[in-house]
Each structure stands twice: as structure tokens, then as C-alpha cells.
């Protein structure tokens, strides 16, 4: 295959849409969008602007949803795959993390919605949850005041988890969820939430 770049900043989300006519004119029409932007600040919420909330919600929710919405009308036409890369933080949050989660939640529930609307249509909504991945994204991302990081001890390698998606996008899977401390933590919270706290 042939790989290209097409550069933009994703907490400009109707700017990155735009693009998609100069990637369709390079490549062909758009069959698969996987949505795999993670970006925050970390901290405590008291710490945290506004503005912290509303960046993440730029760079992890809407621009998915512009990029959505300008691939809408083809794929309905002539069927393709939404995937949206998740976080455990969606459904149980963790403490220095609430604008990440915040952000990753309102992405599971667009999915979902999605999911539905589009059912009987030929574009399918896959959602993953990959846990936590070895990709340094702890070590670059800002920090506001001294938040407690809760740091996990193993993290998936970033090519195994991208496997399991490519596996995943090539079968009729609606949900993708790669196991590991963050699912186990899932689990456990959905039958004794006292305990995980």
C-alpha cells in the first residue's frame, strides 16, 4: 500500500473536514476513519481551566465528529467503517485525568449514537478500548499544579493493540476491548465500585 500525511491540528476540527477533499482527490474516497487523536492536561480539577476541558474536548471528541460528519454522506452511499479509539477512562475515571475522560466519554456516546442511527445503513461504528499503551504519551503531555499520577506498572506495546484493530476492522466486530489492568479495573467497578476506589 501507499501511506501519505496530511498535517493539521485536530483542536481545529472543521479545518482538519476540510482536508478530507484534498486527501479523497489524492488517495480515493475514504472507506475506513479511525479515530485515534489522545491528548490532555493533567491534573487535579480544582487546577484545571475551562480551557483545559474544552481543548480536550476539541482534540479528542469534535474533531472525530467533524471528520464524521464530512465522511457521512459517501460512506452511507458506499458503505465503510467509523472506528473509535476509546480509553477506560470513558467509563471509570481516575484522578488527575477528568478532562481526558470527560473528553473520551463524550466520544463512547457519540459512537454509540452513531451506532444506532446508522443501523440498517452499510457504514459500521467500531469502538476499541486498548487500555493503556506503551506510546510515551504519559511523559509528554502538560501537567497543571502537582497531580497524583496514578502510573500503570505494564502497558501494552502500541503495535500489538494495532493488530488486534486491524484484526478487528476486518471482521464485523461492533466492540473492541484489549484486556489488561484497565479492563480488569472495568470489571470490578461494574460489580463493586467500593472496592475500586
Same mark, same amino acid.
Given at each position: 500500500?501507499?501511506?501519505?500525511?496530511?498535517?493539521?491540528?485536530?483542536?481545529?476540527?472543521?479545518?482538519?473536514?476540510?482536508?478530507?477533499?484534498?486527501?479523497?482527490?489524492?488517495?480515493?474516497?475514504?472507506?475506513?476513519?479511525?479515530?485515534?487523536?489522545?491528548?490532555?492536561?493533567?491534573?487535579?480539577?480544582?487546577?484545571?481551566?475551562?480551557?483545559?476541558?474544552? +481543548?480536550?474536548?476539541?482534540?479528542?471528541?469534535? /474533531?472525530? *465528529?467533524?471528520?464524521? $460528519?464530512?465522511? @457521512?454522506? !459517501? #460512506?452511507?452511499? %458506499?458503505?465503510?467503517?467509523?472506528?473509535?479509539?476509546?480509553?477506560?477512562?470513558?467509563?471509570?475515571?481516575?484522578?488527575?485525568?477528568?478532562?481526558? +475522560?470527560?473528553?473520551?466519554?463524550?466520544?463512547? /456516546?457519540? *459512537?454509540?449514537?452513531? $451506532?444506532?442511527? @446508522?443501523? !440498517? #445503513?452499510?457504514? %459500521?461504528?467500531?469502538?476499541?478500548?486498548?487500555?493503556?499503551?506503551?506510546?510515551?504519551?504519559?511523559?509528554?503531555?502538560?501537567?497543571?499544579?502537582?497531580?497524583?499520577?496514578?502510573?500503570?506498572?505494564? /502497558?501494552?506495546?502500541?503495535?500489538?493493540?494495532?493488530?488486534?484493530?486491524?484484526?478487528?476492522?476486518?471482521?464485523?466486530?461492533?466492540?473492541?476491548?484489549?484486556?489488561?489492568?484497565?479492563?480488569?479495573?472495568?470489571?470490578?467497578?461494574?460489580?463493586?465500585?467500593?472496592?475500586?476506589?
Amino acid at each position: 500500500g501507499e501511506a501519505r500525511a496530511f498535517p493539521c491540528d485536530l483542536r481545529e476540527g472543521e479545518a482538519c473536514a476540510a482536508q478530507l477533499a484534498l486527501v479523497e482527490a489524492s488517495l480515493g474516497p475514504v472507506d475506513v476513519l479511525v479515530a485515534n487523536a489522545g491528548m490532555t492536561t493533567a491534573g487535579e480539577v480544582a487546577d484545571l481551566a475551562v480551557a483545559t476541558f474544552e +481543548a480536550d474536548l476539541r482534540g479528542n471528541f469534535l /474533531a472525530h *465528529a467533524a471528520l464524521t $460528519r464530512a465522511l @457521512l454522506p !459517501g #460512506l452511507r452511499q %458506499r458503505g465503510g467503517t467509523l472506528c473509535y479509539v476509546l480509553s477506560g477512562l470513558a467509563l471509570r475515571p481516575i484522578p488527575a485525568f477528568a478532562s481526558y +475522560a470527560v473528553s473520551k466519554a463524550a466520544l463512547r /456516546a457519540y *459512537a454509540e449514537s452513531l $451506532r444506532f442511527e @446508522l443501523a !440498517g #445503513l452499510p457504514v %459500521r461504528v467500531l469502538t476499541v478500548q486498548p487500555g493503556t499503551m506503551d506510546t510515551g504519551f504519559l511523559e509528554r503531555m502538560e501537567r497543571v499544579g502537582e497531580p497524583h499520577l496514578l502510573v500503570p506498572q505494564r /502497558a501494552a506495546p502500541a503495535a500489538r493493540v494495532a493488530e488486534r484493530m486491524v484484526r478487528a476492522l476486518g471482521r464485523d466486530e461492533a466492540r473492541l476491548v484489549v484486556r489488561g489492568g484497565g479492563w480488569l479495573v472495568g470489571q470490578l467497578d461494574h460489580f463493586a465500585p467500593r472496592l475500586v476506589d
